[in-house]
């Protein structure tokens, strides 16, 4: 098993521009979801869904879109990146939120 | 807001020692709690959890303690190693299934 993959590992986007950041995982997980880790500081969750068709806000929504489409993926949208959303985004799975959780390796973004 | 949070920023400890990192929460609704370690550069890793019928729970090498009458949490790691050395969260599941991270608190192993 892959486990949970992300790509891109890097990216750097000027104001305004839009990006996917792609989460898969192989591990026929349910739970899925998205956290931001700004340096210094732990992980805000930014959305998750529970199966696919389900999508739902965590602590930090705005400026974010999801889908899940499909168990494997849940990719997270970036509508207009703003500096502010310069962080690491890990993406993570498991069979439910009470179970152990899986990470990514992360994403590292930088907006300017 | 309820939030998870940390005492200690940074903890140095000898190798050889046992370490203990605490964890204060606020929200006595939480009924799972977990540790995640996180390398540099890495993703957080799961460590171990506790829910909150019990008080002490023990893997190897560490062991979490639950104390809910002052809502705190803590992680023991007993003879600490340099591949010791991250960054330790606790984390809570809320009744949203939410799971919410503390600040986390740097662990530096002097060999």
């Known amino acids: 098993n892959a486990g949970v993959t992300q790509t891109p590992k890097f990216q750097v986007l000027k104001t305004g521009q839009s990006m996917t950041l792609q989460c898969a995982q192989d591990?026929?997980?349910?739970?899925m979801s998205w956290y931001r880790q700004d340096p210094g500081m732990g992980l805000r969750l930014i959305h998750y869904?529970?199966?696919?068709?389900?999508?739902d806000q965590g602590e930090v929504p705005n400026g974010y879109n999801v889908s899940r489409s499909t168990t494997e993926d849940f990719p997270l949208r970036l509508l207009s990146a703003a500096p502010s959303q310069t962080s690491v985004y890990f993406c993570?799975?498991?069979?439910?939120?009470?179970?152990?959780?899986?990470f990514g390796p992360g994403t590292r973004l930088t907006v300017t | 807001g309820e939030s998870v949070g940390l005492h200690l920023p940074t903890l140095s400890v000898q190798e050889g020692d046992n370490s203990i990192i605490n964890c204060a929460y606020s929200?006595?609704?939480?009924?799972?709690f977990i540790w995640y370690k996180q390398e540099s550069g890495k993703g957080p890793q799961f460590i171990i959890d506790?829910?909150?019928?019990?008080d002490k729970r023990q893997g190897q090498r560490v062991t979490v303690l639950l104390n809910k009458t002052v809502k705190h949490l803590s992680l023991q790691i007993a003879a600490t190693q340099p591949g010791d050395s991250a960054v330790y969260f606790c984390?809570?599941?809320?009744?949203?299934?939410?799971?919410?991270f503390g600040g986390g608190t740097r662990l530096m192993v002097k060999p």
């Open positions: 506790i829910r909150s019928n019990m």
């Open positions: 984390a809570e599941i809320n009744a949203g299934n939410m799971l919410t």
């Open positions: 591990m026929n997980h349910e739970y």
């Open positions: 929200n006595s609704a939480s009924d799972y």
């Open positions: 993570a799975s498991s069979y439910a939120p009470t179970y152990e959780q899986y």
């Open positions: 869904s529970v199966g696919a068709g389900i999508t």
